[in-house]
């Protein structure tokens, strides 16, 4: 009688059932990588947008308390110029594109004496809005 030689090591079946499950993880992971990336792109707009409509908040809080823009309630797209209210401003910022912004202004809202200001940011799909309060 022949003594068989014991075989170590993998079948052909084996490996390739192995490979298999190996390629679905990597599947599965290469999903996460995609998504964790569409996440950070939104992030990133986003942020962006936010220090934009901190910085136009700033912007109107710094006016004297005698400044037009507080005589009466308003609701308008940024101007270029307050001086000329008619023509809107479009701000380009990295990764997010063209945005505009509106700000309202109403007086004596929520006590008298005060004035709420509301600026929003747009762009493409996504908005910011940003509200501070101002003695006036």
């Known amino acids: 009688m022949m003594n068989m030689a014991r075989n170590d090591g ?5 490996l390739l059932v192995a490979l298999t499950v190996f390629s ?3 599947m599965a992971l290469a ?4 998504t964790s990336i569409q996440g950070n792109s939104t992030a990133n707009q986003l942020t962006a947008m936010t220090a934009l409509a901190d910085g136009l908040v700033e912007e109107l ?3 004297a308390q005698d400044d037009p823009v507080f005589a009466a309630n308003v609701n308008n797209p940024w101007p270029v110029d307050f001086a000329e209210p ?3 401003m479009e701000w380009s ?3 997010t594109g063209l945005c505009t912004a509106e700000y309202a202004v109403l007086i004596n809202d929520p006590i008298n004496g005060v004035a709420r200001i509301t600026v929003t940011v747009e762009a493409q799909d ?3 809005t940003k509200t501070a309060i101002k003695r006036i």
Not at 10 to 14: D, N
Not at 31 to 34: D, I, K, L, T, Y
């Open 31 to 34: 999903g996460m990588q995609f």
């Open 86 to 88: 008619d023509i809107p």
């Open 10 to 14: 993998f079948s052909l079946v084996e």
């Open 61 to 63: 809080l710094v006016k």
């Open 126 to 128: 996504r908005s910011v």
């Open 24 to 26: 679905v993880g990597l």
């Open 93 to 95: 910022l990295d990764g």
